[in-house]
């Protein structure tokens, strides 16, 4: 079973960059693997923001941070990142890493098996 942790988030402002890690352990990220990262704000549903497939690096964004944020894997590292620039107030939001032993991207919740545990990104004025 995978093992996901989440880290790098905290307070940032608006206008501001953040880079978020998820570290895997049990089981490598690797050929055959979807691995996604998805956010809940305040009130709201959690949602994709990026995606990515570990077979052919090909990537998936919403429309919200297109543009803005940057999904990218480690392989050595077992790590995929999540780079988040030009930080607006509504990307706070706990921010989730999933993955899922399938080919291809995923961009829906029901897609993915393993989770980690969120952390936290709030962005203020």
């Known amino acids: 079973q995978v093992h996901l942790v989440e880290s790098g988030g905290g307070l940032a402002q608006a206008g501001g960059s953040l880079r978020l890690s998820c570290a895997a352990s049990?089981?490598?990220?690797?050929?055959?693997?979807?691995v996604g990262w998805f956010r809940r704000a305040p009130g709201k549903q959690r949602e994709v923001v990026a995606a990515?497939?570990?077979?052919?690096?090909?990537?998936y964004y919403s429309d919200s941070v297109k543009g803005r944020f940057a999904i990218a894997r480690s392989d050595a590292e077992n790590t995929v990142f999540l780079q988040k620039n030009r930080l607006m107030l509504e990307d706070t939001a706990v921010y989730y890493c999933?993955?899922?032993?399938?080919?291809?991207?995923?961009?829906?919740?029901?897609?993915?098996?393993?989770w980690g545990q969120g952390t936290h990104v709030t962005v203020s004025s």
């Open positions: 990515v497939d570990w077979t052919n690096g090909r990537t």
């Open positions: 999933a993955a899922t032993p399938t080919e291809g991207i995923a961009t829906m919740n029901t897609d993915y098996d393993y």
């Open positions: 049990g089981p490598t990220f690797g050929a055959d693997n979807a």
